[in-house]
C-alpha cells in the first residue's frame, strides 16, 4: 500500500513542532528550577532578619480584650470567638503560633432578657514572668436577677496551657497593676495586694458613695496614685503608699458650676507631678462635654488646665505612648447612641496641642516595643484587624 506523500509530510512537521515545544518547555523548566533554587536561598540568607510585620493582620474573633506584646516581640491576643474565651499567640510578624479556648472558666453565656442566667468574663491585664509563663487577670460577672463580680486570676504556661487558677469573690477588677516585690495589685471596687503566689496580703475598700476610681497607676515614691470622679462633679487625685493607706487627696474644680467630670486615666512625670486626663463640662453649652488635661505638681497643685473639643461630645479616655515630652492619648468623639468616632492627640508638657484627627471608631490603640501603633478595629461580628501603623502616620 502507499503512503500519502503529504501526510509523510505532515507526520515530519508534527514531530518538528513536538521537539520545538519539548525545548521551550525544557527551557521554561529550568528557568523555573533557577528562580527556585535563588528564592530559597534568599530565604536561608535573610532567615535572621527582622520579621516584616504586614500592614493589616485578620483574625477570627468577635471581640478583643487585650494584646499583649511578649518577650520574643509577638504578642498574646485575649478575646472572645464563638461564646469562648480564646488566646492567640502570634510571632513577631503577627503569624498564629498557637490558639487556646478550651478553658473551663470560658464558657461565656448570654441572658435573653431581663433576669435571664448569664455569664461574662473580660481579661483586663495580662503578665509575662521571667520564665514565659503568663499571668492573666479576668473579672468575671455573672447571675441573673442578682449579679455577682469576682476576679480569676490564671496562670498559663508558654504554651497557653492552664497551670492553675486563683478566684477572688466579691472583686470586680478594672485593672491591675505588678509591684516591685513580684507581687500584684487587683484594682475596682477594692484595691487587693496579692503575693506572688497569688496570697492576699491585704484590701482595702474603694467604693463609696463620693469617689467613684476609675484608673491606678504606680508611683516612683513605691505607692499608687488614682483618679476618677469626686460626688458626681470634679476630678480628684489620690495618692497612696505600698500598703494602700492613702497620704493626700486633691480635686479639681475650674469653673463655678462643676458637672460629670472624670479623670480617665493618669501618669507621673519625672518632675513627680501628674498629668491627668479626661472630661469636663463645656461652660458655654451646658449639655456639652469637653476634653480636659490637667497639670499638677508634686505636691498636687494645679500648674496648668486645658479644655478642649467641639460641638460633639469629646472626652479623653487614655494615654497610649509618651517621652516625657510629648504626649498621645486616645479619646471618643460622640456617645454610642451617635456617630461614634476615635479621638487621637498629641500635646507637649506645656499642654500646646501639636496635632489631633478625629477617625472611624477603632477599639484599641497600642505602642509597641518595637516603636510602631496597632489599631485594633472591628471588621465584623466574627473578625477583627490589627493594622500597623508607622509613627509618622499617625496623625495622616
Keep these: ?11 515530519l512537521l508534527f514531530q518538528k513542532m513536538h521537539l520545538f515545544k519539548k525545548q521551550i518547555f525544557m527551557s521554561k523548566f529550568m528557568f523555573l ?21 504586614p500592614s493589616n493582620m485578620t483574625f477570627q474573633l468577635n471581640r478583643v480584650d487585650q494584646v499583649f506584646f511578649t518577650k520574643d516581640s509577638g504578642s498574646l491576643i485575649a478575646g472572645v470567638y464563638h461564646h469562648k474565651y480564646t488566646f492567640i499567640k502570634t510571632n513577631a510578624a503577627f503569624d498564629i503560633e498557637w490558639t487556646k479556648n478550651n478553658f473551663d472558666w470560658g464558657n ?8 435571664s442566667n448569664f455569664y461574662s468574663i473580660q481579661i483586663v491585664k495580662i503578665f509575662q514572668r521571667n520564665d514565659g509563663t503568663f499571668v492573666c487577670i479576668g473579672s468575671i460577672m455573672e447571675g441573673g436577677d442578682v449579679v455577682f463580680s469576682s476576679t480569676l486570676v490564671i496562670e498559663l504556661n508558654q504554651k497557653g496551657e492552664q497551670i492553675q487558677t486563683h478566684e477572688f469573690k466579691d472583686q470586680s477588677t478594672t485593672n491591675a497593676l505588678q509591684t516591685s516585690d513580684g507581687g500584684y495589685i487587683l484594682f475596682g471596687n477594692k484595691l487587693i495586694k496579692l503575693d506572688a503566689n497569688f496570697s492576699k ?7 463609696d458613695q463620693i469617689y467613684y476610681q476609675s484608673q491606678i497607676i504606680s508611683t516612683t515614691e513605691g505607692g499608687f496614685a488614682t483618679t476618677g470622679n469626686y460626688n458626681g462633679e470634679k476630678i480628684f487625685l489620690k495618692k497612696m503608699d505600698l500598703n494602700g493607706n492613702e497620704t493626700s487627696g486633691y480635686t479639681y474644680k475650674h469653673n463655678d458650676s462643676p458637672f460629670n467630670e472624670n479623670g480617665s486615666d493618669l501618669i507621673q512625670l519625672q518632675d513627680k507631678g501628674f498629668l491627668i486626663i479626661g472630661r469636663t463640662r ?14 499638677t505638681n508634686v505636691a498636687g497643685d494645679t500648674l496648668w488646665t486645658k479644655r478642649f473639643g467641639n460641638s460633639t461630645n469629646d472626652w479623653l479616655d487614655r494615654f497610649i505612648s ?6 498621645i492619648v486616645q479619646g471618643t468623639s460622640g456617645f454610642p447612641t451617635e456617630n461614634q468616632k476615635s479621638l487621637l492627640v498629641r500635646f507637649n508638657a506645656n499642654g500646646q496641642i501639636l496635632d489631633s ?40
Design 282 to 295: 463645656n461652660i458655654s453649652q451646658i449639655n456639652d462635654l469637653d476634653c480636659q488635661i490637667i497639670r
Design 33 to 53: 528550577v533557577l528562580v527556585i533554587g535563588f528564592l530559597l536561598a534568599c530565604k536561608k540568607e535573610s532567615s535572621t532578619v527582622t520579621a516584616v510585620i
Design 322 to 327: 509618651n517621652n516625657q515630652t510629648e504626649f
Design 357 to 396: 484627627i478625629r477617625t472611624t471608631k477603632f477599639q484599641m490603640l497600642l505602642y509597641s516595643p518595637s516603636k510602631f501603633y496597632i489599631k485594633v478595629q472591628s471588621q465584623d461580628t466574627a473578625h477583627i484587624t490589627i493594622q500597623k501603623v508607622e509613627a509618622g502616620r499617625l496623625f495622616n
Design 108 to 115: 461565656l453565656i448570654t441572658g435573653s432578657g431581663w433576669g
Design 201 to 207: 496580703l491585704w484590701e482595702k475598700n474603694l467604693w
Design 1 to 11: 500500500m502507499e503512503i500519502d506523500p503529504i501526510f509523510i509530510k505532515m507526520q
